[in-house]
């Protein structure tokens, strides 16, 4: 199957920082990548989808300026927290579909833990 | 959209036993459907899928079906193993490849 990383596993940052959060795809094309959130002992949010080389599409209620994604490679995608805010603590996972795969099957990364002091 | 709610519906099995984990999907247009496993920290494990245009499905040791009147999927789990404990999500596609998912079903293997 697909398999997906995420770097860092985790992050702590204070208050106003930006978290650059990196999702590679390392055995296939990503041409779909997708960014979700989690909070604990919830169900996975999407945040915004993206293919590579266009802008991404933010769902509703879901801030672009301050969640910045950029997929500028088949196989590399990065999602920025600008000005991150305690609220924006949560469990961010990136998933792709891909050339060869089952269009609408989205194979997931490993997911990042943010904790904003 | 966001679930809300912090207690996970909990299912508790013996080891060997089966699973069965119960999922309402919510467009009838939906014509793709995936179950995925959480594990604690980790990302979503895909473990199988369904087309609208059948009822079931078989995996290893998985089963998925699909009761497209009530909008309802389920997925049971044969011989359930400690490795099975986790959480799990049922989820839908819409459009542009996106899936929505359901809340999730924690399920604890009684050893």
């Known amino acids: 199957g697909a398999v997906v990383s995420q770097h860092p596993s985790w992050v702590i940052c204070k208050s106003g920082t930006s978290v650059k959060i990196e999702c590679r795809s390392l055995d296939f094309q990503a041409t779909t990548m997708f960014w979700y959130r989690q909070f604990p002992k919830q169900s996975l949010m999407l945040m915004a989808t993206s293919n590579e080389g266009s802008k991404a599409t933010y769902e509703q209620g879901v801030e672009k300026d301050k969640f910045l994604i950029n997929h500028a490679s088949l196989t590399l995608s990065t999602l920025t927290v600008t000005s991150a805010h305690p609220e924006d603590s949560s469990f961010y996972i990136c998933s792709y579909t891909g050339t060869g795969l089952v269009q609408e099957t989205q194979y997931f990364g490993p997911g990042t833990r943010l904790l904003v002091l | 959209g966001e679930s809300v709610g912090l207690h996970l519906p909990t299912l508790s099995v013996q080891e060997g036993d089966n699973s069965i984990i119960n999922c309402a999907y919510s467009?009838?247009?939906?014509?793709?459907f995936i179950w995925y496993k959480q594990e604690s920290g980790k990302g979503p494990q895909f473990i199988i899928d369904i087309r609208s245009n059948m009822d079931k499905r078989q995996g290893q040791r998985v089963t998925v079906l699909l009761n497209k009147t009530v909008k309802h999927l389920s997925l049971q789990i044969a011989a359930t193993q400690p490795g099975d404990s986790a959480v799990y999500f049922c989820a839908e596609g819409y459009g542009n490849n996106r899936l929505a998912f359901g809340k999730g079903n924690q399920v604890v293997v009684i050893p």
């Open positions: 467009n009838s247009a939906s014509d793709y």
